[in-house]
Every structure is written in C-alpha cells, then in structure tokens.
C-alpha cells in the first residue's frame, strides 16, 4: 500500500518511528496522538480536501494515458559543411519511444455531499502496486502532497495551476485523485484541431470563401489565444517556482484549457496539471538528500557540476524554464501549420540535435520551407522577439549543461 507524506492524511508518527501509514484513510478518524504542533496544518489539509469516498459520484470513462520516454534515437550530423533542406523536417520523426509501466485512467464525476456539492470533477486514477508498482504509488502520493503543499500557500491558490478536491483509496489499492473539472481539453488538443483546421483550409483553396480581411483576422486571433495560453502556463510555473517547487513534467498535454475557441481567448485559463514528478527545491529539503522519482534530475545536475544546494536549485529551475521554451516552440509552430508538418518530438529534435539550440540558424531553415511561414512571422512579431525569447532560455540551460 501506499506509504504516506508526513503533512496530510495520515495518522502521524509519535514515538514510533518505524510504523507506516496509508494515503488516505479508509473511515477511520485522525489519532489522537497527532503531535500538537503539527494540528493546525493537519486541519487545513481536512478542510480543503475530501477524503470519503461516499462523497464522491464517479461518471463516465474518459481515457487512460501512460508516460512515454524516448530510449534512443538516431540525430543528424551537426557541422559547418551540413546542409538541410526542408524536407528533412520529415525525417526527424523516426524514434524509438519506451512507455512507462503506470497507466492512468481518468474518469468524471461530481462531489455528492458537503458544502461543494454538484461540483464536477475529473478523477485521476493511479493503479495499485499489483497493477502499476511502487512506481504508482509513489507518483501518486508525491501529486498528492504538491498540490496539498501548494493550495495552502500564504499567497493563496493560484487560479493558473489545477485544483485538488480531495481523494480515496480503494480495497485494490488503487489511487483516485479528483481535480475540479475545469476543462477537458489541453493545450495539445487545441494545437492538434487547430493544425487540422489549416490543413483543411489549404486543401480547399480557391474554394475557400474567406477573403483577405478574415484570414488576416483569424491569425490575429490565433496568435492572441497562443499568447494567453503561454502567459497562463508560465504564471502557473512562475508560482510553482516561488513556492520552491518543480514541476518536472511540463509539455502540451499538462496544460488544461477551459476553452479552445480563439474568439474566446479572452475568458481563457490556462491550468498546469500532471504535477506526480514535481519536485521540492526548498534547502532543506536539497540537504536531505534525494527522492526516486527526482534521481534523474539531480543525476544531470550532478553531470553538470552542480553539486551545492543553491546549484541544484538553481539547475533544476533552469531545466523546468527550458521544458517551458519547449512549449513555446511547439504552440508557435503546430497550431499555425498543417497536420503532420511538425510535432513536439521532431521539433525538439530539430532544435536540439540539428542545430544546437541556434535560434538563429533554426530560423533560416524554416523560412526556406513555405508550410512554417505563419510561424515564422508569429515568432518574427516584435522584432523577433519570440525568437530572442527562445534564444535566450535556450543560452541559459547549454551554459548549465552541455547537449
């Protein structure tokens, strides 16, 4: 079963420094052993997260999805005699991609009792240690705790990261975290439909009934909903990072939409989710030594020569700020090409393996293949200011480690 954070849930240890607690309760009432300077926090935690099963009405299945890792692939040749063409973006795409053993499952629902009931919510479910393994359960109870730590932050909730109502534990040992449902779409939803739509409009042509004023319009649209979207994930990541916390995840699918209509990018709230390989950077937790799921991570940080605390913390910022310009390379370019013309992986690739994060370089290749235009103009707006943007994260994270 899963073991427990000592900040929530669980009934704390005193004197007993061996016994092991589960995730959540199953009925039972918090000990009265609770050391008393740790009551208030416990509290807090009661009162903001439900816990009872009974208080929840599970819906509909909605989908399932694992965590997908590329075990290898072949890059090209980097050197001042190597020419591209534009036909080599397709290429990029051969790789070969190893998938996780935890399989998450999510489901809708409402919260049935209490003061937030009719609530809607979306249930994130981790498998129990037969099914996922110590994995699972670890991913599941270092979600837990982030979002626990985070929502009882003396600055308040941030409206840009997703909300943790509360959540359970089955007899089969399978965890089930639910999340107010603020959207069931994600930022690589909308860059998905939108390519769609482009490559839809091209296809038609001359038959397209648009005039120049409409299409100038729409792009105008497009760039201002990419824009907020953009704001939005980095405001959610910006808070994250004042709260000494990582989120070690961050791509298209961990960013949750509550609108994909560009003519309402004005009501538009982005909210970062998925936050299982999040990661404390507060010093003393950076003394205590390391977590499972965060060995990778200070495993580079320790290749790159980072070996202080304050290196550390200052590599593991710069690596999630880097998984930031990820995404904003990846909604400056999807949403304003056709289907298939790009993706995350190729784009990264592309940007890393083909031309060592040379912003500059990167943008000369694109501008010979006519399918990237809009995207080189969004990127171009301001005097290239997203390209200097990119250029500038990128610099960041090659002076802290070398690809």
């Known amino acids: 079963m899963l073991l427990a954070v000592p900040d929530c849930f669980t009934s704390f240890r005193h004197n007993k420094p061996t016994t092991t ?29 439900i816990t009872n099963s009974d208080s929840f009405e599970v819906g509909r299945f909605v989908g399932s ?15 001042a005699d190597t020419e591209y063409s534009p036909g080599d973006l397709g290429q990029l795409r051969v790789q070969d ?89 994600s930022a690589a939803d909308y860059a998905k439909v939108m390519s769609e739509r482009v490559s839809k409009n091209r296809a038609l042509g001359e038959q397209m009934s648009w005039n120049q004023f409409e299409q100038e319009l729409t792009i105008k649209r497009r760039r201002y909903f990419v ?19 990582l989120h070690q995840s961050l791509g298209p699918s961990s960013v949750v939409l509550n609108t994909i209509v560009e003519r309402d990018a004005a009501y538009l709230v982005p909210r970062l989710r998925d936050l299982a390989f999040s990661v404390d950077i507060g010093y003393s937790s950076l003394d205590e030594g390391r977590g499972t ?19 550390k913390r200052a590599f593991g910022i710069a690596d999630d700020i880097y998984e930031a310009g990820l995404l904003f390379a990846y ?50 707006l301001g005097d290239g200011a997203g390209w200097e943007l990119l250029q500038v994260i990128f610099t960041e994270m090659m002076l802290k480690v070398p690809l």
């Open 65 to 79: 999805y694992g965590f997908m890792n590329i075990t290898s692939y072949s890059g090209f040749q980097s050197g």
């Open 97 to 185: 991609v190893g998938e996780g053993n935890v399989k998450i499952s999510l489901y809708e629902g409402r919260v049935s009792q209490g003061p937030l009931r009719g609530t809607s919510v979306l249930f994130k479910v981790y498998p129990g240690q037969r099914a996922g393994g110590l994995e699972a359960d670890m991913m599941a109870a270092n979600e837990l705790n982030a979002h626990t730590f985070l929502q009882s932050s003396s600055k308040g909730i941030c409206q840009n990261l997703l909300i943790l109502v509360g959540g359970f534990e089955t007899k089969t040992g399978e965890q089930w975290l639910a999340f107010r449902n603020n959207g069931k779409y």
């Open 331 to 380: 909604l400056a370019f999807v949403p304003f090409c056709e289907a298939g013309i790009v993706d995350s992986l190729s784009l990264q690739r592309l940007l890393e393996s083909t031309f060592k994060l040379d912003v500059e370089a990167t943008r000369e290749y694109c501008l010979a293949d006519d399918r990237l235009l809009d995207a080189v103009k969004f990127l171009d």
């Open 21 to 49: 607690t589960f995730l959540f309760q199953r009925g039972r009432r918090p000990s009265n052993s609770v050391n008393p300077t740790r009551t208030r926090r416990l509290e807090l935690c009661k009162a903001t997260l």
């Open 227 to 245: 824009l907020r979207l953009l704001q939005g994930a980095i405001r959610g990541l910006a808070f994250m990072h004042d709260q000494d916390r």
């Open 293 to 311: 799921l965060s060995e990778g991570l200070w495993r580079r940080a320790s290749a790159a020569g980072a070996f202080t605390p304050m290196e």
